[in-house]
Nanobody, 123 residues
């Protein structure tokens, strides 16, 4: 089970940290990913990271602003969002899967999903 939290209202240029708490499974060997879906748009890839370390990749739209981190003892992943823009407003969901490197950005690579948390960007 994956449970996201930390969403809310953030001003443009501000920061927000989302959490993804996992329960019921050992995450070793998994990749944790973040996706988002804005109103009227398709769900899109934000970033993904191997749980045990190694490869982390981000969408170009968030590269340099968003960072994925993991607290392994807590089985929790985080998405640190800095320099937030209005176009970052969306429902953010975390997911778990075992994709190969070239498939880390594809939704079909992930088979456990959280319920999502809303991020609203407004001044």
């Amino acid at each position: 089970q994956l449970v996201e939290s930390g969403g809310g209202l953030v001003q443009p240029g501000g920061s927000l940290r989302l959490s993804c708490a996992a329960s019921g499974a050992t995450l070793s060997g998994y990749t944790v990913a973040w996706f988002r879906q804005a109103v009227g748009k398709e769900r899109e890839f934000v970033g993904a990271s191997r749980w045990s370390g190694g490869t982390t990749t981000y969408a170009d739209s968030v590269k340099g602003r968003f960072t994925i981190s993991k607290d392994r003892p807590k089985n929790t992943a985080y998405l640190q969002m800095n320099s937030v823009r209005p176009e970052d407003a969306a429902v953010y969901s975390c997911a778990l899967g075992r994709p190969i490197l070239s498939s880390m950005a594809y939704m079909t690579s992930y088979y456990y999903w959280g319920q999502g948390t809303q991020v609203t960007v407004s001044s």
